[in-house]
C-alpha cells in the first residue's frame, strides 16, 4: 500500500435528508455484502488505486472484474496502478449533475490513461480551458459521507504539480 496520494485526499457528500434511491446515489456500496469488488474499495480506502488481472491470460481490466471477459477465467488478482495518469480527453458538466454534484456544476471530467488501463473520473481543481489533451494528473482519494450504512471511498484526479 501507498503512502498519502499525490493528489491528496478530501471529503464530499451526498445528500441525506432523503431516502435516496439506490439508483441516484453516484457512488458504490462497498462493503462484501454489497459487491464481490469490495477488495477494490478496501485497497482505494488505504490509497491505492487498483484493478485486476488475468492469471490465465495477461489481460489488465477496469474496472475490476470477478470474471475475466477475454477468456472467462476466474483466477483474477488486484494490481496496484500507478498514482499519475495522463489526460486522454475531457469536457466540462454544466448540467445534469449526479445528486450531490449539483452545486459543483461547472466542473470537470477526464478520461485518463493510468497504468495498463483507461478511465473516467472527475478533474478536481482544474477549468476545461486550463487544461490540455497528455497533460499528466495526480490520483486523488475522495471520502465519501453520505447516506450509507458504511463508509465509502471514490477517486479523482487533479492536475500534476509539474
Ligand atoms: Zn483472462
Redesign the pocket.
Known sequence: MSDEPAGGRVSVSVPDQVELPRLLDFYDYQTPEDTRIHAFYDRLREGELSTTT??????VHFPPRVV??????D??EYVALPERGELFAFSEVRAGAPLGMEDDVPFTIGIVDIGDVRLSARIDEAASDDLEIGDPVDLRIVDVEGPADHDRVWFRFVPADG
Open positions: 488475468c492469471a490465465d491470460c495477461g489481460a475475466c471477459p477475454e477468456c472467462l477465467g483466477d483474477l
